[in-house]
């Protein structure tokens, strides 16, 4: 009988034991490699605007010299080096210049004692040539025009509300160094919104293909303490140790925001909405948090930017140097009168006992046949043409930052005064159009949009609105403010001019 066959035996089949941490590290891997092409974009960016600083620093000197602190940030280590900030001031014109052109700024664009916007209606591409779509109709209507109106009015005390405290400080930086931003976040409160100031010296932007803002890149400086609290376990492992032991220890990170390439808008999270929002661990290259924004939360102002250039020249910058005479100019009159009140002496060798004194009261003993005595020398100098070239550089300061129509103590009458306020309007007028694209339209159109998702705080459109809303007709921001009336100032002038020629 044949003996069995023997079949070897069947090895099992041992699944391969994926690593649990595997996930982890791609993920790790991902976070550090999206960082490290953010700062790529972030590093274009800090270049374009690394000419400027210099100038703007100096400018902060001279004009806000409890402000500027420009700075920056090693590429390997994260140090914090900041630009010098010492500077020898002995004239305040410039300071006081500033802050009054800025005052008049913040009244002349978005008082936030008034409405200084409202709503209208536009007709979007697709709605033009639709039969029953006429945008005048509709806002002869009296109820869609109240609606509108409440609409402007809402928003805008919202908005107010929030941005009187950081406004003045935004005019301020405007006119000094010519850029400055907000930070529109959502406040889950009943505040509804929170509009925190951004300064110049942590701004980095972009430019879009239109000129506008693109990109923004925020350098911001927590302790190891607040980024635990902030990012959590997206920090590296060696951050969160260190900040057991080193609480206060500070860490640079970049917040970077700028339009989301793909992303599906049917799902409603944070990593599918139009506008990518990061965080990036600077000395790591590693994004510890990612989410996203509705609208560009970033409201940046800009003004006199040249075709092509990223950040513009402020007033403060164009008279920088006349700053920096003028203050050369008053040192300069301090001396000599010191040198007048308190002249050098002419002291005889071997006459005084002592060393000459000049304090007052002081007893000065010599020879009694001694020939000569101590004697002041004479100065030969010009104190007039001094005083004169100082209030020619004030003055050029002033027509500058243009205050020098703001004084009307020497004006004959009130319309006198009145063509001179007018006349300052128009020569800020051409800021307009640059505070319009950049800063106010984004911060407009966040809140606005904010409020009409949070619901309960805007009434019903009319039926007729609605209608027209489906029909492709969409709201337009019409700006009211002493500003942006002064453009138009042509069109009414040249009204009142044919008013009064048919009168006659």
């Known amino acids: ?13 041992v699944p391969v034991q994926v690593p649990t941490n595997s996930e982890f590290i791609r993920r790790e891997m991902e976070t550090k490699e999206k960082g490290r092409q953010l700062l790529k974009r972030y590093n274009e960016a800090k270049n374009k605007r690394q000419q400027y600083v210099p100038i703007w620093q100096e400018v902060a000197n001279y004009t806000l010299p409890y402000r500027g602190g420009f700075y920056d940030i090693a590429p390997n280590t994260g140090a914090i080096q900041v630009f010098d900030k010492s500077a020898e001031i002995y004239d305040d014109t410039a300071i006081n210049a500033l802050t009054k052109a800025a005052s008049a700024l913040y009244s002349y664009t978005a008082n936030p004692a008034t409405v ?6 536009v007709a979007a591409p697709a709605a033009r040539g639709k039969k029953g779509v006429n945008v005048q109709d509709l806002l002869n209507q009296h109820d869609i025009k109240t609606y509108l ?13 929030s941005l009187s405290t950081p406004l003045h400080g935004f005019c301020q930086e405007l006119l000094a160094f010519a850029v400055s931003a907000f930070l529109i976040l959502e406040d889950y409160s009943n505040k509804l919104i929170n509009i925190q100031p951004v300064s110049a010296k942590d701004l980095f932007v972009l430019n879009d293909v239109y000129g506008g803002i693109g990109e923004v890149y925020r350098s911001v400086i927590l302790t190891n303490e607040q980024a635990v609290s902030l990012f959590g376990g997206g920090l590296d492992a060696s951050v969160i140790d260190d900040a057991k032991e080193n609480p206060l220890k500070e860490r640079v990170f970049i917040h970077a925001v700028l339009p989301r390439g793909y992303y599906n808008p049917e799902i409603k999270d944070k990593l599918n909405m139009p506008i990518a929002s990061y965080w990036i661990d ?6 510890v948090l990612e989410s996203g924004y509705e609208e560009f939360p970033y409201s940046v102002g800009r003004i006199n930017v040249p075709a092509g250039y990223v950040y513009g020249f402020s007033p403060a910058m164009n008279v920088r140097h006349t700053i920096k005479s003028l203050n050369k100019l008053v040192k300069q009159k301090l001396n000599a009168g010191d040198l007048a009140l308190t002249p050098a002496m002419n002291v005889p060798i071997d006459t005084y006992l002592n060393p000459l004194s000049m304090k007052p009261a002081a007893l000065n003993y010599h020879e009694a046949d001694a020939g000569h005595r101590a004697e002041p020398m004479h100065t030969i100098g010009n104190f007039q043409i001094n005083i004169e070239t100082i209030q020619d550089a004030r003055e050029q300061v002033r027509q500058g930052l243009m205050i020098d129509l703001i004084n009307q103590t020497d004006k004959d009458n009130t319309y006198q005064a009145m063509q001179e306020q007018l006349l300052q309007l128009k020569l800020m007028s051409p800021w307009q159009g640059n505070l319009e694209r950049d800063a106010l339209k984004p911060l407009i159109v966040r809140v606005f949009n904010i409020l009409r998702r949070r619901g309960g705080v805007f009434p019903e459109p009319p039926a007729a609105l609605e209608e027209a809303y489906k029909n492709g007709v969409q709201l337009s921001i019409e700006y009211q403010s002493p500003l942006a009336k002064a453009q138009r100032h042509f069109d009414v002038s040249a009204t009142e001019r044919t008013l009064a020629f048919g009168g006659q």
């Open 149 to 161: 109106e409440t609409l402007a009015r809402i928003t805008c005390e919202v908005i107010n509300a």
């Open 1 to 13: 009988m044949a003996k069995p066959r023997k079949f070897p035996r069947e090895e099992k089949q």
């Open 116 to 121: 200084w916007f409202g709503f209208g209606l």
């Open 282 to 287: 600077y000395q790591s290259q590693k994004v």
